[in-house]
């Protein structure tokens, strides 16, 4: 089946540091990929996103290039904020398996950046 | 402005009582999810409905029931058979028919503890 892998946390930056959050997957058919981010005590919100190859989501200064060769969505941002700090979810939908597909979601990572 | 709201934010439950979890969302979405996330295990799906009246298990279904009688609410009963119901829940929507490229819409959490 479906599956998304994180790099192992949790990760902890001072701030204006680089970050990359590793992210590979495993799918069948050509997946959607996701990364969502979870600030404390509330719920997932999506961060970015990509829907094919070679697209790049960006948002809040992240970005994540949707790389098929290496079944990777790698999350990063040149200059980290405290405010940053949260959890964050790599995930992807396999769209061939149907119009409705579930989304497959990696075990997240903490991340928590010192001012 | 369309969204999901999940009420309450915070219940405490009594051993041997069910409890019910509202979700109720505005954005025209078919398909509702209901996850629940405990420390350091990530999302983990508990049920889904992709349209009205008809919803199915996700991987831990066990002691926890659902209905679907309207687009808009997709509620979730903890049962007393749940043996360790303390943990963050959380309900998400999507579009129908997008093949998961819309990704999930994610509601506030309810935090549910036993007392």
């Known amino acids: 089946g479906d599956s998304v892998t994180q790099m192992e946390g949790p990760v902890t930056l001072s701030e204006e540091a680089f970050l990359t959050i590793n992210c590979t997957y495993t799918?069948?058919?050509?997946?959607?990929l996701f990364w969502y981010v979870q600030y404390p005590g509330e719920g997932l919100q999506l961060l970015l996103k990509?829907?094919?190859?070679?697209d790049k989501g960006s948002n809040k200064g992240f970005e994540a290039t949707y790389r098929k060769e290496t079944t990777s969505f790698h999350l990063e941002k040149g200059s980290v904020q405290v405010s940053d700090s949260a959890v964050y979810f790599c995930?992807?939908?396999?769209?061939?398996?149907?119009?409705?597909?579930?989304?497959?979601f990696g075990k997240g990572i903490t991340l928590s950046v010192r001012p | 402005d369309g969204g999901i709201t999940q009420s309450p934010k915070y219940l405490f439950r009594k051993e041997g009582q069910n409890v019910t979890l509202s979700c109720e969302q505005n954005?025209?979405?078919?398909?509702m999810y209901w996850y629940r996330q405990d420390p350091g295990q990530g999302l983990r799906l508990i049920y889904y409905?992709?349209?009205?009246?008809?919803?199915q298990k996700g991987d831990i279904a066990e002691g926890y029931s659902v209905s679907r009688e309207k687009k808009e609410s997709f509620p979730l009963t903890v049962t007393s058979a749940q043996k360790n119901p303390t943990a963050f829940y959380l309900c998400?929507?999507?579009?129908?028919?997008?093949?998961?490229?819309?990704?999930?819409?994610f509601g506030s959490g309810t935090r549910l503890t036993v007392v």
């Open positions: 998400a929507s999507s579009l129908f028919g997008d093949r998961g490229r819309g990704g999930y819409t």
């Open positions: 799918a069948t058919g050509y997946p959607s």
């Open positions: 990509a829907t094919k190859a070679d």
């Open positions: 995930a992807l939908t396999d769209t061939e398996t149907g119009a409705n597909s579930k989304l497959t």
């Open positions: 954005l025209n979405h078919d398909a």
């Open positions: 409905s992709q349209i009205v009246n008809d919803f």
